[in-house]
């Protein structure tokens, strides 16, 4: 038997021409396979929580004295209001701090009520035992002792 041989031009020409079809089929394939593939999503890693806001000289303030004015408005016995407002006194920069009641505002202008002192107060809460008013303002020193106390009604 005789052996084919790839001498003829036009059989090698073949040849290469299906070997260059099968190559470049190939290729194609895997082109839309790769293009076909959707990218993965990336991984997004969870942003850190973020740290809660620290309160203010201020605000840290503002709620101790709030507690310490229900406390000796809502005082059990004579002692418990003399005693919380002794504690009460101790965050004033001194026992003669004003304290500004406001009983109107228009337009940015404040009405107050007769200014009195925090040892005023404090005693009239003991003495009425109703807490009628709320902080809306509060004045620090530099040591974060209270200088000025501006309140306005419930």
């Known amino acids: 038997m005789k052996k084919r041989s790839l001498k003829s031009p036009i059989s090698r020409l073949m040849t290469l021409a299906l070997f260059g ?19 993965p999503a ?3 890693e969870p942003a850190p929580a973020p740290a809660e806001p620290q309160p203010t000289a201020e605000e840290v303030a503002v709620g101790k004295l709030e507690n310490y004015f229900s406390a000796v408005a809502n005082a059990s016995s004579v002692q418990s209001a003399n005693s919380s407002i002794q504690e009460a006194l101790s965050m004033f920069s001194n026992q003669n701090t004003p304290v500004l009641i406001v009983i109107h505002e228009e337009n940015g202008i404040k009405d107050y009520d007769e200014p009195t002192t925090i040892v005023k107060y404090l005693n009239y809460l003991k003495d009425t035992k109703k807490n009628l008013n709320f902080i809306s303002d509060v004045r620090l020193d530099g040591s974060g002792r209270i200088t000025e ?3 306005r009604r419930r």
Request: charged share 30%; hydrophobic share 50%; proline share 8%.
């Open 42 to 44: 990336p991984v997004e």
């Open 21 to 39: 079809l099968l190559a470049m089929g190939a290729c194609k394939s895997k082109k839309k396979v790769v293009e076909a593939a959707p990218a």
């Open 149 to 151: 106390l501006e309140l």
